[in-house]
């Protein structure tokens, strides 16, 4: 499986961006799927996700009522739009994916990753 993430840059707070995570090798339908951000100096943490088969999404706190994770399944593609964009969203994000049974939004149970893109938001 390979993950072709876009869509990151530099925005003003307040501002909104959309991620886009392409997959080629196994369709995201059957794939557990999430967004990650790595800040400098901090850990990688989890962003929004959305679990195999049944749609279900997850969001982190700090992301709730901003961030929507999406996918289309005739693209293959899973998306994270994110609105109301805080300097504290600024980090490397990263599409992840994997093909357990279960969800457990942990980055270490994601198997498969894309490159980061880079979202900086100015205040």
């Known amino acids: 499986v390979q993950l072709q993430a876009s869509g990151g840059g530099l925005v003003q707070a307040g501002g909104s961006l959309r991620l886009s995570c392409a997959a080629s090798g196994r369709t995201f339908s059957t794939l557990n799927s999430g967004w990650f951000r790595q800040a400098p100096g901090k850990e990688r943490e989890f962003v929004a996700g959305?679990?195999?088969?049944?749609?279900?999404?997850y969001y982190a706190d700090s992301v709730k009522g901003r961030f929507t994770v999406s996918r289309d399944n005739a693209k293959n593609t899973v998306y994270l739009q994110m609105n109301s964009l805080k300097p504290e969203d600024t980090a490397v994000y990263y599409c992840a994916a994997d093909g357990n049974e279960y969800w457990s939004g942990t980055y270490l149970d994601f198997d498969y990753w894309g490159q980061g893109t880079q979202v900086t938001v100015s205040s």
């Open positions: 959305i679990r195999r088969g049944f749609d279900f999404t």
